[in-house]
């Protein structure tokens, strides 16, 4: 069967709007009805966060295999099917609506870039400047044949332009993360990777955005692009990173990787994402005492690490101990925080949940289990949506004032990060300062005066 490309967004519109599931559904059920749980939970909110989450996943696994593929890592392998896992995800969407032949010519679209870079990985190991830029030829050629392919299906609601523009940022920040790596340039290879998960999060948004107003009955007319959601795709993209980046600080840890250091500081980089806006509005000793705050059980990890290094049966217990304690005491706060929007009991079950699935991420890494560690990073950076949602929704039923709607007149006509999709740039910004620091300020004030 031959697709047409309009068809394909009808598939992407309906399959892709997965519920997420898991930790803390039974304290996002404890409070369905209220409004800021429905805000961030609309259908087409949905769309944007299992967009988010696959296409931010991809740029982060595909830095992976590409590393990986240089280095000759033994976990190499692994980290494919990891890749392929991802693309599997979005081909099954299109195939449980318009049956497997379709999904399996989207399947190969999809995967059709990603042997483009896996052929520049190679180019790269066997010095051939001659196939490196074959490889990027292609893969410019993919992006002006993609971006036509999604203005079309897009109604036009995409232009072609700003996909194509948007297209060649992807290119680059992953291309750039393989030769800052290999030229051991390990600070700007761990930016650009940032810079890729960072971006594709504003693919989702872009894409969503055009999706749901292409069909607005299969989404209940609800929109992608509000304050509200805004805020989850926010959490969405710093949490689901913070789970990325902190398995790869800890199996780079463990191996006593070169890169160890660049790798602490881009997971501590995302700490400061939250720690900077938390002093814009509190000032720089609460900014500091959030910092500290939110560090402590990347700490308590890296102590795990170190012991496991000491082969120290004694020092990796203390360390899980000290997770078992700080995640209960920062359930409490959270509880607190939203005046009980979120229950400690659930949050608890929701970071023992996180911790789990980090240490068995790494201890499976360690023991050269290395399926089982690309299944435990897939699930820990899949799991903190859901912190996400149920954070987001707390948020914003506290505080509704804060997220009255706001449209422009116009959405944006690219879905690739352009030029155009800095449009809600602001209101991420908004939503992280006035509902995280709201809720977070009123506990952090009182410790400051504590002090």
Same mark, same amino acid.
């Not at 805020?231 to 191996?255: P, S």
């Given at each position: 069967?031959?697709?047409?490309?309009?068809?394909?967004?009808?598939?992407?519109?309906?399959?892709?709007?997965?519920?997420?599931?898991?930790?803390?559904?039974? /304290?996002?059920?404890?409070?369905?009805?209220?409004?800021?749980?429905?805000?961030?939970?609309?259908?087409?909110?949905?769309?944007?966060?299992?967009?988010?989450?696959?296409?931010?996943?991809?740029?982060?696994?595909?830095?992976?295999?590409?590393?990986?593929?240089?280095?000759?890592?033994?976990?190499?392998?692994?980290? $494919?099917?990891?890749?392929?896992?991802?693309?599997?995800?979005?081909?099954?969407?299109?195939?449980?609506?318009?049956?497997?032949?379709?999904?399996?010519?989207?399947?190969?679209?999809?995967?059709?870039?990603?042997? =483009?870079?896996?052929?520049?990985?190679?180019?790269?190991?066997?010095?051939?400047?001659?196939?490196?830029?074959?490889?990027?030829?292609?893969?410019?050629?993919?992006?002006?044949?993609?971006?036509?392919?999604?203005?079309?299906?897009?109604?036009?609601?995409?232009?072609?332009?700003?996909?194509?523009?948007?297209?060649?940022?992807? !290119?680059?920040?992953?291309?750039?993360?393989?030769?800052?790596?290999?030229?051991?340039?390990?600070?700007?290879?761990?930016?650009?990777?940032?810079?890729?998960?960072?971006?594709?999060?504003?693919?989702?948004?872009?894409?969503?955005?055009?999706?749901? /107003?292409? =069909?607005?009955?299969?989404?209940?007319?609800?929109?992608?692009?509000?304050?509200?959601?805004?805020?989850?795709?926010?959490?969405?993209?710093?949490?689901?990173?913070?789970?990325?980046? +902190?398995? $790869?600080?800890?199996?780079?840890?463990?191996?006593?990787?070169?890169? =160890?250091?660049?790798?602490?500081?881009?997971?501590?980089?995302?700490?400061?994402?939250?720690?900077?806006? %938390? +002093?814009? !509005?509190?000032? /720089?000793?609460?900014?500091?005492?959030?910092?500290?705050?939110?560090?402590?059980?990347?700490?308590?990890? $890296?102590?795990?690490?170190?012991?496991?290094?000491?082969? /120290?049966?004694?020092?990796?217990?203390?360390?899980?101990?000290?997770?078992?304690?700080?995640?209960?005491?920062?359930?409490?706060?959270?509880?607190?925080?939203?005046?009980?929007?979120?229950?400690?009991?659930?949050?608890?079950?929701?970071?023992?949940?996180?911790?789990?699935?980090?240490?068995?991420?790494?201890?499976?890494?360690?023991?050269?289990?290395?399926?089982? +560690?690309?299944?435990?990073?897939?699930?820990?950076?899949?799991?903190?949506?859901?912190?996400?949602?149920?954070?987001?929704?707390?948020?914003?039923?506290?505080?509704?004032?804060? =997220?009255?709607?706001?449209?422009?007149?116009?959405?944006?006509?690219?879905?690739?990060?352009?030029?155009?999709?800095?449009?809600?740039?602001?209101?991420? $910004?908004?939503? %992280?300062?006035?509902? %995280?620091?709201?809720?977070?300020?009123?506990?952090?004030?009182?410790?400051?005066?504590?002090?």
């Amino acid at each position: 069967m031959k697709m047409k490309p309009t068809l394909l967004a009808v598939p992407l519109s309906l399959s892709l709007l997965v519920p997420v599931q898991g930790a803390f559904a039974a /304290d996002h059920a404890s409070h369905t009805m209220m409004s800021g749980s429905e805000a961030v939970a609309t259908p087409a909110a949905e769309l944007r966060t299992t967009l988010g989450h696959l296409l931010s996943e991809h740029a982060y696994l595909a830095v992976e295999v590409m590393r990986n593929g240089a280095l000759g890592a033994k976990d190499f392998e692994a980290s $494919v099917g990891a890749l392929s896992e991802n693309t599997e995800e979005l081909s099954a969407a299109i195939a449980s609506v318009y049956g497997e032949e379709a999904g399996e010519q989207f399947n190969g679209m999809w995967e059709e870039h990603i042997g =483009f870079f896996v052929d520049y990985v190679t180019a790269t190991a066997e010095n051939d400047e001659a196939k490196k830029e074959e490889a990027l030829t292609n893969l410019d050629t993919y992006r002006e044949k993609f971006s036509q392919f999604l203005e079309t299906a897009t109604g036009e609601r995409l232009e072609a332009s700003g996909l194509a523009e948007g297209l060649q940022m992807h !290119v680059n920040q992953l291309v750039g993360a393989f030769d800052s790596y290999l030229a051991e340039d390990f600070d700007k290879a761990y930016e650009y990777e940032r810079e890729a998960i960072s971006h594709m999060h504003m693919v989702a948004k872009g894409l969503s955005n055009a999706i749901t /107003d292409q =069909f607005p009955e299969k989404f209940e007319s609800t929109m992608a692009v509000t304050p509200a959601v805004d805020l989850r795709a926010t959490l969405n993209h710093l949490l689901t990173e913070h789970a990325g980046l +902190a398995v $790869v600080a800890m199996q780079q840890g463990a191996d006593g990787a070169d890169d =160890f250091e660049a790798a602490a500081n881009a997971l501590n980089t995302n700490t400061e994402d939250l720690s900077a806006a %938390i +002093a814009s !509005v509190y000032g /720089d000793e609460a900014g500091e005492q959030f910092k500290t705050m939110w560090s402590n059980h990347i700490g308590f990890f $890296v102590d795990y690490v170190k012991a496991t290094g000491a082969n /120290d049966e004694a020092a990796k217990k203390e360390a899980l101990e000290n997770l078992d304690g700080y995640r209960a005491e920062f359930s409490s706060f959270l509880e607190t925080a939203t005046d009980g929007r979120l229950k400690s009991d659930a949050l608890a079950e929701g970071l023992q949940m996180h911790v789990g699935q980090l240490v068995m991420a790494f201890d499976s890494y360690v023991e050269g289990d290395y399926e089982k +560690a690309y299944d435990s990073i897939r699930e820990a950076y899949a799991h903190m949506l859901n912190p996400a949602k149920g954070l987001s929704g707390a948020f914003v039923d506290q505080f509704p004032d804060k =997220f009255k709607m706001m449209m422009p007149e116009e959405m944006p006509k690219t879905g690739m990060g352009g030029t155009a999709s800095n449009m809600s740039g602001e209101w991420a $910004v908004y939503g %992280i300062l006035l509902a %995280i620091l709201a809720s977070m300020g009123v506990v952090i004030r009182k410790k400051v005066q504590q002090d």
